[in-house]
């Protein structure tokens, strides 16, 4: 499975975010997630949708502002954040494993990140 991410750059407190991860090779029966790093700090679980049935997951740093979707046509799970917070910049990540967890080393393949910048 190959992840290309896709979407980051610099948006304004209050607004929305959304970021794309093309899927290449054997997704069916997998979960894809979008995890996020800040600098000098862990990788954290964001939000994952099961590739399958299209059930999702939240993270709590995101919960209520989050949306993860999916589109089997185009094998692309999407992910929109709204009222964006400058405690949301981090570089975001997808991956994509056979089980939904928060640990990020469940998961077996990783997009190479895309920044996302908040500014107040």
């Known amino acids: 499975v190959q992840l290309q991410a896709s979407g980051g750059g610099l948006v304004q407190a209050g607004g929305s975010l959304r970021l794309s991860c093309a899927a290449s090779g054997r997704t069916f029966g997998r979960y894809v997630g979008w995890f996020r790093q800040a600098p000098g700090k862990e990788r954290v679980f964001v939000a994952a949708?099961?590739?399958?049935?299209?059930?999702?997951y939240y993270g709590d740093s995101v919960k209520g502002r989050a949306t993860i979707s999916r589109d089997n046509a185009k094998n692309t799970v999407y992910l929109q954040v709204n009222s964006v917070k400058p405690e949301d910049t981090a570089v975001y990540y997808c991956a994509a494993g056979t089980v939904v967890t928060y640990q990020p080393h469940h998961y077996d393949y990783w997009g190479q990140g895309t920044q996302v910048t908040v500014s107040s």
């Open positions: 949708v099961s590739w399958t049935d299209g059930r999702t």
